[in-house]
């Protein structure tokens, strides 16, 4: 469905991005993990229009995206969250997620209809006459998130939505998620929270330093030695090892 | 109460005013406070609803005033003609303007700023050419009928003005629930985070700018036919890009009444002012100058926020009055 082929991105002399290649099947929920500053939200910026590779190719259902506005991309069934909650605070919940409704929908009534069927989808049904920046930080990642929605995509990019919620709020957002793909969309997302990638996805890859350096199912990720090093640092994978030895 | 139904009980209780009123003074005081409620409005919805603050509004309401003035003096055409080409002219020119600044990203102060550059621009060729009289002005030659909108009588201004007021407070209501509207304070909000679910920003503002430059243009004509007198430094001198920006700032920013409410409230307090501190010219800029500072400092919202906060303590549970 999304296909990623050998993307190359430099800010001055940091890479972001090294020829990221990757291929997300439809109907399918994968992760992209990787320390911070691996590039993983630049990837997300590069396939939703915001940011143009410098090499590489982006294809949506066999289509270009490159040199495509976000908007356009947006319209074609790609739609991105952002990491840092972009709410439009001003407006009420209910208002928000219907901007997103809009896109293919020319009446207000039916967007404001949508919004409302969007809203309990995610959990905010009950709020939803709320200022979005009356919303906790759970809240707002709903939002963003319904907003996503709302525009009837075919893949969302979820760049954390569980950032910064406690676990309780976790294992609330978790089961939407799973009921975003039944629905028929596909789900690529950033996440840190391994609890939520084990538990979510059936593909993982593996970002350091701008380079994919691992992809596999989450359980052969967990144990690769390269993943292990590049989170905890040289040496770290034989290090357990090493001491189960010394134990022996 | 519905919006259609405040509307339409605004403009009722507004329209029998020439009958009641018997002052000539008061007539035209009253004309002229709606008359900057209208311009006011045009700039309400490129920068209440849209976030663009424009500082150069004069640059349509002046485009708007020269294509009328010329055209009835140079090809004598009909003023109601010349209104809706006023207003077709200033809208192309927001147009173009908007499709040069937009194109090249700028936003905020540097948005201001060009479009204060472009009516000092405008300003300055108005001032030279041979077609728009120059310094001299242009003298549009009175002939009192309807049909060519110099109305005999000055309360056939205040019904031309109220119907305007009315037009700009429908398209207003119509603005707070249509897609566009929808659009526009997405992009004012935040302009990334609209894109990213297919927001066209550039063309959402670039038609809020047309359609504020229409406004404002339709404006320039009516005042053209008011005064029947029109130079460089009225059109697209700095004095109406500040009576446009003032009335909604003072009355509420992005609500639908608060251009009308801030207009009279402007024009009540630029009256005291001339009965308590005299008719020194300037005087009332200076008002202006000393209550925009407070109104920025004390009431972000205007007058409108400031009813809403005085109602929500006397009324707790009162959200949205």
Redesign the interface.
Known sequence: MLDVIGVTKRFGGVVATDAVSLSVPAGSISALIGPNGAGKTTLFAQI?G?VKPDAGEIRFEGASLLGR???EI??LGV????QIV??????TVR?NI???A??H????RE?LDHADAVAERVGLGPQRDKQAAALTIAGRKRLELA??L??DPKLILLDEVMAGLNPSEIDEIIPVIRAVRQSGVTVLLIEHVMRAVMNLSERVWVLNDGALIADGTPAAIAADARVIEAYLGHGAASAPAAAATAHA | MPRSLQIALFVAAMAPLPLVIGSEFWLAWTTLALFYAYLGQSWNILAGYGGQFSFGHALFFGSGAYATAMLQIHLGLNAWAGFLLAAAAAAAVGAAVGYLVFRYGLRGSYFALVTLAFAEAFRVVANSLGITGGGVGLLVPLKPSVATMQFPEKSGFFWLVLALVGLGLILTAWLERSRFGARLMAVRENEDAARAIGVDAFRTKLAALALSGALAGSAGAVYVQMYLYLDPGIAYGPGMSIEALLAPIVGGLGTIFGPVLGAFALHGIAEIGKVGLGQAPGLNLVLYGVLLVLMVMFMPNGLFGLGRVTLRRLLPGVRNA
């Open positions: 939703s915001f506005a976000p908007e947006c319209a739609v991105r969250t952002f972009q709410p439009f605070a001003g407006l208002e219907a901007v997103g809009h896109l929908r020319r009446r207000r967007a907003k996503a709302a525009t």
